[in-house]
């Protein structure tokens, strides 16, 4: 579904059961995002990408295989085309690194958000930033999506919405607004022309329920 000016709408940021909290599986995730409208997503799985993959093997042209990665000091960045996981842990500047090695974009999600010495924190992955996230429809506090916005306006870095959705019914609540493209290049090359689009932000119960799909997943396990 083109938007009126020949843009797509493209969702950077989501879930599947690839990640511990994600409650729909990969290609259940994008059958609901096109349903939702949209016309391309990443999926960005905590710490994995063989969901996305999985994904992209069936829908190649509306998947982008992505990578939450948890950085140290629990420092977030997403790196979006992606062709191996790359481990928690390691520094914002390393994983930066490894993202670019294998030809990724760096996407900083919900820098504001969550985190204590949230300025230090933001700073780091701003630093890096190929995009970065300024309408994140789970940030629930509006200031941490304002603050976003406007440190990345100020560094001059394109900005994007996303769902950061990890159940079916959030798709669509934020996506992003750009020119087409196919591969990171051309992803980036129309970074510079994206528009976020932050429909609505969804209630801190969201984050609760996340957790507890989380703790009855190990929970089921263990006993299995």
Known sequence: MLAVDGMIRVDLHLHSTASHDGWASPTDVVERALDAGLDKVAITDHGEIDG??????RFPDRVIVGEEIHCHGNTHLIGLFMETRIP?????????RRIRQQGGVIYAPHPFAY???????????????DMVEVFNSRAFLRMWNRRAAAAASQRGIPSAAS??????YELGRA??????????????????????????IGSPWLH?????????RRVTRWRA
């Open 208 to 216: 609760v329920a996340s957790r507890l799909l989380a703790d009855w």
């Open 88 to 96: 928690y842990g390691l520094s914002v500047s390393e994983t930066a």
């Open 52 to 57: 996305a993959l999985e994904a992209h093997s």
């Open 115 to 129: 985190l204590t010495r949230v300025a230090l924190r933001a700073a780091q992955v701003m630093a890096v930033a």
């Open 175 to 200: 996506y992003t607004e750009m020119p087409d493209f196919c591969d990171a290049p051309g992803f980036l090359r129309s970074a510079i022309h994206a528009r976020p689009v932050g429909k609505r």
């Open 163 to 168: 769902s950061d959705a990890h159940f079916p």
